[in-house]
Nanobody, 126 residues
């Protein structure tokens, strides 16, 4: 059974850091393009970052570039999102998703993804 499971969310103060994990089961993450998305209360879902399959090229939304880092551990079949310098506006439910194949030049949009996790809540507040 194909599953994605996010973890690592929680409450953090502004300026703090969190590392989210996205563990896959039932398929090999390295063969898929993986995206991180988020949805803040009352807002539409938005893309955050993605990692292309095989070569592992990474892309970031401008507002996250330099603060967030996506990485992959093939041995653990897990993708991570390291989030630093967190701001209150980063508060959202964060989702990971996977798609195969993906031939686009940047990150796939939400509707393009094949598989989704259930999300993990990140709250940035003092």
């Amino acid at each position: 059974q194909v599953q994605l499971a996010e973890s690592g969310g929680g409450l953090v103060q502004p300026g703090g850091s969190l590392r989210l994990s996205c563990a896959a089961s039932g398929f090999t993450l390295g063969y898929y393009t993986i995206g991180w998305f988020r949805q803040a209360p009352g807002k539409e879902r938005e893309g955050v970052s993605c990692m292309r399959s095989t070569a592992g090229s990474t892309y970031y939304v401008d507002s996250m570039r330099g603060r967030f880092t996506i990485s992959r551990d093939d041995a653990k079949n897990t993708v991570y999102l390291q989030m630093n310098s967190l701001k209150p506006e980063d508060t959202a439910v964060y989702y990971c998703a996977a798609v195969q194949p993906w031939y686009g030049s940047n990150c796939p949009s939400g509707p393009a993804m094949n598989y989704w996790g259930k999300g993990t809540l990140v709250t940035v507040s003092s």
